[in-house]
């Protein structure tokens, strides 16, 4: 886990945005898995004669004389789903101790090497093979220190259950994968055992590092929000957190206001306050709504602008069907074209806006904070006083950068997109 971290962390920060360096390292890792390979087959010795006892669906030759089959290359050179499939059911003796042996700790190191690459491989089906490999030679291995090997299971069924271990340990899942091996297998026989074998992967993992998902979203700073707030988060409260000051619109807001708010690429927010001033110059505003982004997208889109006509307020109406025919892809801001004239109206916010916001007083603490995230789905929260007005907005990324270090709670950096 800590190979595969250093390694992601590594092509994030040297050369994450070069094209070339990522094209030149694709092509530096296919070679050296190549010739690895074919070094390692070319020195091995384990060639198995091809019989009924020891059916091989794809026999490679390489290396050996008529009528045998190379297990190394059989391994490495078969798609990873027919080299899993050949460890869990070819009969005992079909592959040596030895060949196992270096096929796993070479697999293993090229597969934290190529993890990360900007190609199209995941770490699922590596992982299988890694630990189906180790757990029949682990089987192998039980059979031959007694003198007689049949009390033992089939080497096949070890290397079921080293798959499970090995995949479950990096993962981190337990029950959704134990569906996913006993459907492999097609055998709800071994559910108690894999179970138990990705119970105890899972909490073996856990007290030393992290899953191998959970790193990943630190190291690209992704704003998830954990099932419980941080231990030691109680001290905290809203305020501590909040941003402010926040970029609020008012009922009636000028259009080219708006259209410069949502422009401004500094400060990429998705939600707005809406605020009324109860007297002239009062600040902060009271609240009296929430507007999304995405909303005044459509409203610009299709001009919903406020006229002054005759000493009455005139706009075009919208319908819901409008909405829904942009989401969830909205158009961005730069797409819409909005002239001198129509940056002097008028947009009345009103009728869109969301006008019963969630809300929290300064002093609510930060657990009771991250519960109402997590419990109703909110992007959005907004910090009012006493008099119900705005003086901060709270969003996942001001929550998920709190988490439990090693030396206690510590502020992580999050993306920015």
Known sequence: ?????????????????????????????????????????????????????????????????????????TAFFNTPERSVRSLFHNQPGTYNPLTLGMFTLTYFFLACWTYGLTVSAGVFIPSLLIGAAWGRLFGILLASITSSGSIWADPGKYALIGAAAQLGGIVRMTLSLTVIMVEATGNVTYGLPIMLVLMTA?????????????????????????????????????????????????????????????????????????????????EPAKLCGLILRSQLIVLLKHKVFVELARSRLTQRKLQLKDFRDA????????????????????????????????????????????????ALGLRHLVVVDDQNRVVGLVTRKDLARYHLGKHGLEELHLAQT
């Not at 070679?31 to 669906?57: K, R, W």
């Not at 402010?244 to 400060?267: A, H, Q």
């Not at 008028?346 to 009728?351: A, I, N, R, Y």
């Open 1 to 73: 886990m800590q190979v595969l971290e250093c390694r992601v962390q590594f092509r994030l920060t040297m050369y994450v945005h070069r094209p070339c360096l990522q094209v030149m390292e694709a092509m530096l890792v296919a070679a050296v898995t190549a010739t690895v390979s074919f070094a390692m087959i070319y020195f091995s010795n384990d060639c198995q004669p091809l019989g009924p006892e020891h059916a091989e669906e794809y026999p490679l030759q390489l290396f050996c004389a008529d009528g045998e089959y190379n297990s190394m290359a």
């Open 202 to 282: 899972k909490i073996v993992g856990d007290y030393f590092v992290e899953g191998l998902y959970d790193i990943h979203i630190k190291l690209q700073s992704v704003p998830f929000l954990h099932w419980e707030a941080p231990a030691t988060s109680h001290w905290l409260t809203a305020r501590e957190v909040m941003s402010s000051p926040v970029t609020c619109f008012n009922r009636i807001e000028k259009v080219g206001t708006i259209v410069d708010v949502l422009s401004n690429t500094s400060t990429n927010h998705n939600g707005f306050p809406v605020v009324v001033h109860v007297a002239p110059g009062d």
């Open 327 to 374: 989401y969830p892809r909205f158009p961005p801001i730069q797409s819409i074209h909005v002239s001198q004239d129509e940056r002097e109206c008028m947009m009345d916010l009103t009728e869109f806006m969301n006008p019963t916001p969630y809300t929290v007083p300064q002093e609510t603490s930060l657990p009771r904070v991250f519960k109402l995230f997590r």
